[in-house]
């Protein structure tokens, strides 16, 4: 299969790539932090195409991106205070929550562990692409497991090309690294990437809320 190059500036790009998506195709495009691969949330055939592209093991359950806090709480069930604190704070950007979902978000997509990682990015591109969309997306890496984590649309072809069936380029990525994640399934909160956002940022705007939890790494 080829992979189509559209250009995030280019009138009519978006809608393409949205038609893909709607039609169970693989779209990588740029986020705040690096290229992202998506897949419509609920099409299993489409996430098991995920795993194939990226050779992803398939007990690495996929997160998911939003546009706001509402699909946050969609999606969970309910969001914890802590949560909503962190997300109120942080989102648009680039901190991923891990929380409890229950039977609300499918098991290929949290691998049966019944948490879920969500991030609302602060991307024009993939948000406009969000809003087409008017749901939220299965995303991850737009890279090969194990592989760099590409920050242009050129890095991504490098890895997918033929394995995915678009790629909306919007130019490099603004943030360069991978967002920082913080589980809140478990107690304490862990956390398990440190990104661009650090455990003492994290600690300081907890406290501003009113929380004194300790986050432990």
Known sequence: MSTL??????????????DILRAGGLVAFPTDTVYGLGALLRNEASIARIYTAKERPPEKAIPILLSSIEQARHLAGELSPLAEALARRFWPGPLTLVVLCGDRVPHFITSG????ALRSPNHPVILRLLAMLGQPLAVT???????ASPLTAEEVLAQLAGRIDAVVDGGRCPGGRPSTVLSLAVEPPQLLRTGPIGSSELSEALEQSGFTIRIAS
Request: net charge neutral.
């Open 113 to 116: 562990s019944g948490a879920v």
């Open 5 to 18: 190059r559209l250009s995030a500036d280019e009138a009519g790009a978006l809608q393409q790539a949205a």
């Open 141 to 147: 890496s737009a890279n090969r497991s194990g592989s």
